[in-house]
Nanobody, 127 residues
């Protein structure tokens, strides 16, 4: 699976950006997709998930109500609409394919077992 992410950039706090990720090499309509991010000096963290089964979506608490994940199966593309951006949203954003939801203790995690990652796109939010 090859993933090509785009759409990052510099935006002021309160602004919006839309990230895109085009996938190839797999039946996109039957593939779980998601977004993660990694801020400087921090570990990569989950942002959002889109299930191919029924189109359900999930979000990390820190983006709920501000970010929206969507997908266009005809274009093999997953999007992340980011509104009301905050300086703490500054990070490299990565799209991921073939994610596996997994219950770990009381938490729901999304495992990228096959390591399908996009190249990352930098989002910088200025205050």
């Amino acid at each position: 699976v090859q993933l090509q992410a785009s759409g990052g950039g510099l935006v002021q706090a309160g602004g919006t950006l839309r990230l895109s990720c085009v996938a190839s090499g797999r039946t996109f309509s039957r593939t779980n997709m998601g977004w993660f991010r990694q801020a400087p000096g921090k570990e990569r963290e989950f942002v959002s998930f889109s299930s191919w089964r029924g189109g359900s979506t999930t979000y990390a608490d820190f983006v709920k109500g501000r970010f929206t994940i969507s997908r266009d199966n005809a274009k093999n593309t997953v999007y992340l609409q980011m509104n009301s951006l905050k300086p703490e949203d500054t990070a490299v954003y990565y799209c991921a394919a073939d994610l596996r939801p997994m219950i770990v203790g009381n938490d729901l995690e999304y495992r990228n077992d096959f390591g399908y990652w996009g190249q990352g796109t930098l989002v910088t939010v200025s205050s």
